[in-house]
C-alpha cells in the first residue's frame, strides 16, 4: 500500500437499462457470480478492468491514471467493492445463429443465452487513496469521468455489451473527501468504508455529482422511430395455452414486449453484405466496422456499431391460427396446426437506436455511417424486416423519422425527405457518406 493521508470514497446508485447477459464460453448453462448471501454481484475485479480499460485503453502507454489504478509497477491506489444487484430476474432469450453467407438460419443453430432482466438495482463503490492534494484531485476528476461514461453508455459491463446489454443508468452519484491529517476525518476514515458508503447512501456527508448532460451515448447517434402497421414476432418459446410461440417480454405481465439488440445486429450485419457484394466492396470493411463473426474464435474484432434492445410498448395482441403445408405433395401435414402470437400498433412508436463509436479512421467511420443509414432508412421503408415471420407477410416496419445526431429527416408516401431546416438531415451530408462506399 502506497503511504496517503487524502481518501475519497465514491458512489454510484445505477439500475440496469438493459439486461446483463450472464453467459460465459457455455451458453446453455446458467453461470454468475454470487456472494455468501445468494445474491448476484458484478465481482469488483470486473468492475476494475472494464474502467482501467476504458481510462486506460493502450496498456503500453504508461500515464498517472495507469498508475493509479495499478501499472507493471505496483498496486492500485483505486479499489472496487463486488456491486450487489437486488430485485433481479432471470431472463432466457433464445436465438438462431445466422449464415452472413447465405442469410439464412444455421442447421443446428438455435441457442440459448441467459440474462439478468432490466430493472435489477446496483451500487458501484470504489475506495480512492491519494499521497497529496494534486493526487486526490485527479482521483475525483477519474470518478467524475467514471460516472459520465457509465450514463452515456460508453462503460457497460459483461458480456455481448456491443448489442445492447449491460447498459446502466446511473440514478444518483455521491462522493465523500477525507483529509486524514483532520482528527475528524481521521475518525471517520476509522469508522470502516461500510459507514462512510451509508452516508453516502443516505446523501449526507457527500458532494453530489451532476448528471446534466450525462445521457448521451457518443458517436454518431442513429435513431429510427417506426409503427408495426400489419404485426411482427419476436419469438421467445413455447406456450401451448397461448400460442406455439409467444413474444419476448419483460418480466411477468407481458405488456411490455422487446426486440433484442442482438437481432437487430444480425439484420444490419446481414444487409451490409449484401450492399458490399452488391458494390464489389472488400469483405474485411465487415470485419472492420462489425466485428469478427459470431463463429471465428480465432479473430479478435469488437464491433464499432452498437445496438440496443428496442422495446415495444403495450402492442396489440393477436392469435394467428395456421397450418403447416407439405411442399413436396401440396396437402396440409397431419396435425400440423399452429397459433402464432402477433404483434401490431404499440402505444408509443418504436425507437431503434444505432451508434457508430468513436474508435474509427475517418473514412471507415463514413463507411460504418452509411451503412447504417441504408440499413435504418429500408427498416422504415418496409424493404427489410425484422422478427419471425417474413415469409407470410410480418415484419415490415412503419417509418415515422430518422434522426442523426439531433436531426431529422421524414417518412412520407414510401420515401425518406431531407428538408433544408436547422434541425434536418441534409440530403448533401448523406451523399458525402455514401460517396465513401465508392472506390473500395
Known amino acids: 500500500m502506497r503511504q496517503f493521508n487524502r481518501v475519497i470514497y465514491g458512489l454510484i446508485n445505477v439500475h440496469l437499462k438493459s439486461a446483463l447477459h450472464i453467459g460465459g464460453s457455455d451458453e446453455e448453462h446458467f453461470s454468475m457470480a454470487i456472494n455468501g448471501n445468494g445474491e448476484y454481484i458484478i465481482p469488483g475485479t470486473s468492475l476494475a478492468g472494464v474502467v482501467k480499460h476504458y481510462l486506460c485503453p493502450d496498456s503500453t502507454v504508461r500515464s498517472e491514471k495507469a498508475a493509479l489504478l495499478g501499472d507493471i509497477d505496483g498496486e492500485s491506489s483505486i479499489y472496487f467493492y463486488d456491486a450487489i444487484l437486488h430485485h433481479a430476474d432471470v431472463e432466457e432469450r433464445m436465438g438462431v445463429r445466422i449464415d452472413y453467407k447465405t442469410g439464412v438460419a444455421e442447421d443446428g443453430g438455435l441457442y440459448t443465452n441467459y440474462y439478468l432482466a432490466a430493472g435489477a438495482k446496483a451500487q458501484i463503490r470504489i475506495q480512492m487513496f491519494a499521497k497529496d492534494e494534486n493526487e486526490a484531485e485527479l482521483e475525483r476528476t477519474m470518478f467524475?469521468?467514471?460516472?459520465?461514461?457509465?450514463?452515456?453508455?460508453?462503460?457497460?459491463?459483461?458480456?455481448?455489451?456491443?448489442?445492447?446489454?449491460?447498459?446502466?443508468?446511473v440514478d444518483y452519484a455521491y462522493e465523500r473527501d477525507l483529509d486524514l491529517t483532520k482528527e475528524e476525518d481521521l475518525d471517520a476514515y476509522l469508522e470502516g468504508p461500510e459507514a462512510?458508503?451509508?452516508?453516502l447512501d443516505e446523501k449526507k456527508n457527500g458532494n453530489q455529482i451532476s448528471l446534466k448532460d450525462m445521457a448521451d451515448e457518443g458517436g454518431n447517434l442513429w435513431v429510427l422511430r417506426a409503427d408495426i402497421p400489419e404485426g411482427l414476432i419476436v419469438r421467445s418459446g413455447e406456450k401451448p395455452d397461448i400460442?406455439?410461440?409467444?413474444?419476448?417480454?419483460?418480466?411477468?405481465?407481458?405488456?411490455?414486449f422487446y426486440i433484442p439488440g442482438t437481432s437487430l445486429k444480425g439484420i444490419m450485419r446481414s444487409y451490409t453484405e449484401k450492399v458490399v457484394h452488391t458494390l464489389g466492396m472488400q469483405e474485411k470493411v465487415l470485419t472492420d466496422i462489425f466485428g469478427a463473426e459470431p463463429t471465428d474464435h480465432n479473430t479478435k474484432a469488437a464491433s464499432h456499431i452498437l445496438t440496443q434492445d428496442i422495446e415495444i410498448d403495450h402492442p396489440k395482441r393477436?392469435?394467428?391460427?395456421?397450418?403447416r403445408v407439405d411442399r413436396v405433395f401440396g396437402g396440409t401435414i397431419t396435425g400440423a396446426k399452429m397459433c402464432a402470437e402477433i404483434l401490431s400498433k404499440p402505444q408509443k412508436p418504436l425507437e431503434i437506436r444505432v451508434v457508430v463509436d468513436q474508435g474509427l479512421d475517418e473514412r471507415n467511420k463514413k463507411i460504418a455511417n452509411a451503412f447504417a443509414f441504408l440499413a435504418l432508412r429500408d427498416l422504415g421503408l418496409g424493404l427489410v424486416r425484422i422478427g419471425g415471420?417474413?415469409?407470410v407477410g410480418f415484419g415490415r416496419l412503419q417509418g415515422i423519422d430518422l434522426s442523426w445526431n439531433g436531426n431529422k429527416?421524414?417518412?412520407?408516401?414510401?420515401?425518406?425527405?431531407?428538408?433544408?431546416?436547422?434541425n434536418d438531415i441534409k440530403e448533401r451530408d448523406i451523399k458525402e457518406l455514401l460517396a465513401a462506399l465508392e472506390g473500395d
Open 409 to 422: 429527416a421524414v417518412f412520407e408516401k414510401k420515401r425518406l425527405n431531407f428538408g433544408n431546416a436547422e
Open 144 to 169: 467524475h469521468e467514471i460516472v459520465a461514461a457509465i450514463a452515456q453508455g460508453k462503460i457497460r459491463f459483461g458480456a455481448k455489451t456491443r448489442s445492447g446489454a449491460g447498459l446502466l443508468s
Open 196 to 199: 462512510s458508503f451509508a452516508l
Open 318 to 323: 393477436t392469435l394467428y391460427p395456421r397450418i
Open 389 to 391: 415471420g417474413s415469409s
Open 243 to 256: 400460442a406455439d410461440a409467444v413474444n419476448m417480454s419483460h418480466g411477468g405481465d407481458e405488456t411490455n
